[in-house]
DNA sequence: CGGAATATTGATTAACGTCAAGGCTCGTGG
DNA sequence: CCACGAGCCTTGACGTTAATCAATATTCCG
C-alpha cells in the first residue's frame, strides 16, 4: 500500500508539516486502527457539556468550533483541515466546554482515547508533536484574539484568509494561490465577531482592491503580498517546519 | 520545612487546583530546584522571537502576555498569578510569538528545559498535569475570544473579573470576595479590546450598579450573583478540580 | 514638592450593528 | 425540463456602541 493511500495519511502529512517524524514513527501512525465515517454537513460530532471517549481525526472536509452564547450569539474559534484532531484536549479535559461541528460533508475517524494513550506512551516523539499541536492551536487562538480586540474588519478579514491559505498550503492542499473554502458569510462574521452584513461589504471592497476572488467556495488570492500587508500577516505563530 | 514554606509552593498549590498529585509527584515538585529572582514592575521576561531554554515559574507577583501589532496596538492575552509557568509552551516551540512581562513586582523562578523535561519523563503523571494545564489555557484564550467577539463592554468587563477571581479562589489568594489586582484601566482595555476611556466610564456603570468596588488595585465584588448574571459566567471552561 | 502616570469628563466621530427588502443559486420534485 | 423554495448574498437606511480627541483631576513616587 502506497503511504498516500493510508487512511492515516493525513494525519500524517499535518504533523510533518508542524514536527519531524521518524520513520519508526510514521509506521506507527500508519499502524493506527482507523475507521473512515462519513458525517453530513451541519452535523455536531461533539457538543459543551459532553464526556467525549474518543478522539476525532479529519481525514477530509471541514470542522469548526463554536460556542454559543446568550441570546442567541454565536462565537466561532477555530476551522479544522485534514490532519486536524480538534478534541484532541479531551484526553486531559473531561468535559468540552464548546461544541464542534461539520461545515461540509467529511470524512473523520474516531480514536479511543485508551487507543492514543497507549500510542503516544510507545511514542513519546509522538506524544511531544501532539503537545505541541495543541500548543500552536492555542498559538492561533491568541492570534485571533489580537485580531478581535484591535484589527478592523479590513485587516481582520485578509488575516484570516491567510492563515488559512497557508494552512492548507502547509499540508499541501493548495493549487497555487486557490483553495477551496466553502464558508457562508455568516460563519466568517461568527468567527470574526462581524455581522453578515459587514462582512459582505468588506469582501467586496477587498475584491475591489484587486486581493481576492471568491466565488461559490473557490477562494483565489490575486495580491498575495497586498493580502498579507492588509491583514499584518506573519506566519510566525503557526509554527510550521517550512 | 512545611510545605508552605517550600519556594515549590506556589506552583504545587496551582496544579493541586486542576490536577490530583499523589505524594511522590508532591515530593518530587518540592525538590525542584528553585532559585527565587525578584523582577521589578513593566519589565519583559521573555520577549517575541525570543528562543528561551528555560521556563519561567511564578511565585509571586503578577505577569501578563501580550504582542505588539501595527500602529502602537498593543493585545493582552492572559494575566498570571502565582503558581503559573506562562511559557511553559517553550518546551516546544522554540520560538516566541509573543512577549511576557510583568505588571507588578514579581517573584520568579528560571527552570531549564532540561530540569523541567527530566521531572517530567520521571514522573509521567505531572507531565499530563502540565499538558493539562496548556489546556486549560487555551480554554481561557477561547473564552477570551468569544468576549471580544460577541460581548458588549458591559458583559465583557463582568466576566474578565469573574475570571480573575475565580482563579485567585482556586489557589486559595481571595479574601472572601476581594483581591488585590494592581490593573490599570489602559491595560485592562488592551486585554478586552477596549479604549481606555471606555472601560473607565463602563467601570463607573458597575460600580453604579453596585456591581464591584476597586480602588488602588483593591477590588471587592459586592453583588457576586449580579456580576457573573451580567457577564454570563460560568467556570466550567476553567475545569477545576473543585 | 514636582513630574509622570493614571483616572475622569465632555464633545465629536467612526466603525459597525440592526432592520428590512430584494436578488441570486442550487437542489428538489413534479 | 421547469417551477419552486430555502439558503445565501447583496443593498440601502438608520441606530448604537465604542473610538478618538482634548482637557482636567487625581494619585503615585522619588
Known amino acids: ?66 460556542k454559543l452564547l446568550e441570546e442567541g450569539k454565536r462565537q466561532i474559534f477555530s476551522f479544522h483541515i485534514s490532519g486536524d484532531i480538534p ?10 466546554d464548546h461544541n464542534i461541528g461539520t461545515v461540509v460533508s467529511s470524512v473523520v475517524a474516531f480514536v479511543p482515547h485508551e ?16 503537545w ?45 494561490y486557490k483553495v477551496e473554502l466553502p464558508l457562508t458569510q455568516e460563519k466568517m462574521g461568527d468567527a470574526l465577531g462581524l455581522s453578515t452584513v459587514h462582512v459582505n461589504r468588506t469582501l467586496q471592497a477587498m475584491r475591489t482592491d484587486g486581493l481576492i476572488r471568491w466565488y461559490r467556495g473557490h477562494l483565489n488570492i490575486t495580491d498575495w503580498s497586498g493580502l498579507k500587508k492588509a491583514g499584518a500577516f506573519d506566519a510566525t505563530y503557526l509554527h510550521l517546519r517550512h
Open 132 to 176: 505541541r499541536d495543541t500548543l500552536i492551536e492555542a498559538a492561533v487562538f491568541r492570534e485571533w484574539m489580537a485580531g478581535l480586540g484591535r484589527r478592523e474588519a479590513y485587516g481582520r478579514i485578509s488575516h484570516f484568509i491567510c492563515e488559512l491559505f497557508v494552512r492548507y498550503q502547509a499540508i499541501g492542499l493548495a493549487n497555487g
Open 115 to 130: 487507543t492514543m494513550n497507549r500510542l503516544i506512551d510507545d511514542h513519546p516523539r509522538i506524544r511531544n508533536a501532539l
Open 87 to 96: 478534541d484532541l484536549q479531551s484526553l486531559h479535559l473531561q468535559v468540552m
Open 1 to 66: 500500500m502506497s503511504p498516500q493511500s493510508s487512511p492515516a495519511y493525513p494525519l500524517i502529512r499535518k504533523l510533518e508539516s508542524i514536527y519531524n517524524l521518524s520513520s519508526a514513527e510514521y509506521e506507527a501512525l500508519m499502524a493506527l486502527p482507523i475507521l473512515a465515517r462519513s458525517i453530513r454537513p451541519d452535523q455536531d460530532i461533539a457538543r459543551d457539556h459532553d464526556r467525549p471517549s474518543q478522539c476525532c481525526i479529519l481525514l477530509d472536509g471541514l470542522l469548526y468550533r463554536y
